[in-house]
Every structure is written in structure tokens, then in C-alpha cells.
């Protein structure tokens, strides 16, 4: 099964695109389901309930679109990507409220772009036992390759890496997604959701396995990114 993680829709207050069309067009590229992640702000439990039934409404038999929030700290410096959960939490709580508030709830936290305002530096050890992943490239924040700082977080840390187009526009598409061997079953959001924390989720980018036998990001991106920016 092909997953694609982080992607916003017109839930988000800075997505342009409605779930609908999410789910038809990335079916058609061949994707099974997508890891939707919608700003916090503005939501609340009521809300959240009807975003939920939204995304199993415009799910379509080709692409499954999971329900999920990205949290943000009281300053908007930290981003944790969560799925799993079946309430709202609170807005722009601290991140160690929230990473208990999700594990609590059965849910899955992701650090997502670590090189977004320099989030990296900011990253506590304590967080570790409760994140389940760290964004090692995030096309929007990181562009043609992945992030260096993310990549020696996830050394340092020794959490799995995962991608993410952060999608809220078209200009936002890159081939970043994830193999996992989880069947189209009753259940499919805690197949998933069990999926990203146990790290049986495979990153890949460009068609094919973004890292390598040793578990460390390898590729032609790096090397187009490189001539990008020079």
C-alpha cells in the first residue's frame, strides 16, 4: 500500500484545496490512502467531529483519507503531526501536554519539519519516548532533498524517519510516500495508525526507497538539490 503523511485541505485555514479533490486526484497517482493533517486553529471537539465524518464522506473506493491534526506549541515554533485520536485536544498547548494528551487518547505523534524556524534546536530528549517518528523530509520546508538537521536528529534519537509533501496547493505535489504492508481491512486508520508506531512505514521518494540498507537517507535528489543551490 502506498501512504502519502502530511497533506491539508480547505479544513486548514491556509488549505486551498477540499478533501474531495484530495482523495480523487492523489487515488489517480496511485495512492491508497492519505495522512490528512489540518492545523489546529480554529477547531474544536465539535468540529473536529464533523471533519472526521468529512474525510470518511469524501473517502473514495481507490483513497482513504485519515483523519489527523497538526498540533502547534503556544508559539507556533513546534508541529506535531497525530493520528488515531477520536476527540480534539486543545489548541497551542506545550508539546509535552500534548504528547501525553496523545498517547493517552492511543494516538501517534510525528515531529514534523524540524528546519521549520530552526524547530531542531528547540527538540527535548524528553519527547522521545512519545513520538513515534521525525519528518526527515518535508518538501515544503526542506525542498528537493531532505533535511540535514532532521537527518542527525533521527541519528541522535534513533526515531524512524518519514516524508511529507506538506501539501496545501498544487505547486506543494513531489513523489514522497511511504510503503507499508497493511491490507485494506475494517479498520484501516488503526492498521495505519498502529503502522506508524511500530515504524513499519518504508519512506520513499521518486519511486523508490529513500533510505538504505543501513536505514540512512540516500538518493539522486540529494545531489539535484545540491546544483539547485549552488
Known amino acids: 500500500m502506498r501512504v502519502v503523511l502530511h497533506c491539508h485541505s480547505t479544513w486548514s485555514y491556509d488549505g486551498h484545496w477540499p478533501l474531495g479533490r484530495i482523495a480523487k486526484t492523489f487515488g489517480a497517482l496511485g495512492i491508497d490512502a492519505v495522512m490528512m493533517t489540518e492545523h489546529d486553529t480554529g477547531f474544536d471537539p465539535g468540529r473536529f467531529g464533523a471533519y472526521r465524518q468529512a474525510c470518511a464522506e469524501a473517502s473514495t473506493r481507490r483513497c482513504k483519507l485519515i483523519p489527523g491534526i ?3 506549541s ?3 515554533d513546534i508541529h506535531l503531526l497525530s493520528w488515531g485520536l477520536d476527540r480534539f485536544l486543545a489548541e497551542h498547548r506545550p508539546v509535552m501536554e500534548t504528547l501525553h494528551a496523545i498517547r493517552r487518547g492511543g494516538g501517534v505523534a510525528v515531529f514534523a519539519h524540524p528546519v521549520r524556524r530552526e524547530a531542531w534546536r528547540r527538540f527535548e530528549p524528553d519527547w ?3 513520538l513515534s517518528g521525525i519528518e526527515l523530509w518535508n518538501r515544503k520546508s526542506d525542498g528537493l532533498t531532505w533535511g540535514r538537521e532532521a537527518e542527525r536528529l533521527i541519528a541522535e534519537t534513533g526515531l524512524p524517519a518519514t516524508v511529507g509533501m506538506d501539501f496545501h496547493r498544487a505547486r506543494h505535489f513531489y513523489a514522497l510516500s511511504h510503503r507499508v504492508a497493511v491490507d485494506r481491512g475494517r479498520d484501516l486508520e ?3 495508525v498502529s503502522a506508524i508506531r511500530t515504524g ?3 519512506p520513499m521518494a521518486l519511486g523508490r526507497p529513500l533510505l538504505d540498507a543501513q536505514g540512512r537517507p ?3 535528489h540529494d545531489r539535484l538539490e545540491q546544483w539547485r543551490r549552488a
Request: charged share 30%; glycine share 6%.
Open 70 to 72: 497538526e498540533y502547534s
Open 74 to 76: 503556544p508559539d507556533n
Open 128 to 130: 522521545v519516548p512519545y
Open 190 to 192: 488503526a492498521d495505519l
Open 200 to 202: 513499519a512505514l518504508r
Open 218 to 220: 540516500d538518493g539522486p
